[in-house]
């Protein structure tokens, strides 16, 4: 058998190495969104993984609800790999800076008559990577419940600034 190491298997154990070092917990979160780009709201998951002191790792999908306009559908998708790094850690507050990859897919969508008298359906995707910088906070307010709130710009074609406040569960 012929074994030949896949970059997620060296990262996955790369990660669960760091893992094993550092002093924060595992967190699980849902947040709403807001997208500039899309001016419209979506809804999210995101993780906590902690790497070493003050450094987590934090992936993310955002789903964008459904735009309409001048007959067209519009879908957007964000999905994110991003670093944060804890500036500031008090009992009550934790402020990190965020970078990080982002991916977004737009999907535009329109079904009915189009030019001339005539029907038909069209639909095409385009997919796009991006980069992540921003900042966010941590508000502890006692248990496993942690309410935090993120900003954050995706430097991709357009650019899109993202504002996102919801709640992460301490695992």
Known sequence: MNFKPTLFSILFFLLLGFNAQA???????AFLAY???IENIGIGANAEFPLIENL???PSLIYYFP??????????LEVNVNANYY???QENLGVYGIGGLNYSSVKLKY?????WGSSGDYSTTDGRFGLNLGAGANFSIGGN???FAEVKYVIIDGGQLVAGAGIKFKL
């Not at 002093?23 to 979160?29: A, W």
């Not at 735009?67 to 957007?76: A, L, S, T, V």
């Not at 079904?111 to 030019?115: I, L, N, Q, R």
């Open 23 to 29: 002093q924060s917990e595992k967190r699980l979160g």
């Open 35 to 37: 997208g500039s780009e």
């Open 56 to 58: 987590t790792l934090s």
């Open 67 to 76: 735009k309409d306009f001048y007959g067209f559908k519009m879908n957007w």
């Open 87 to 89: 500036l500031l850690t």
């Open 111 to 115: 079904d009915g008559a189009y030019g």
């Open 145 to 147: 419940i942690l309410p």
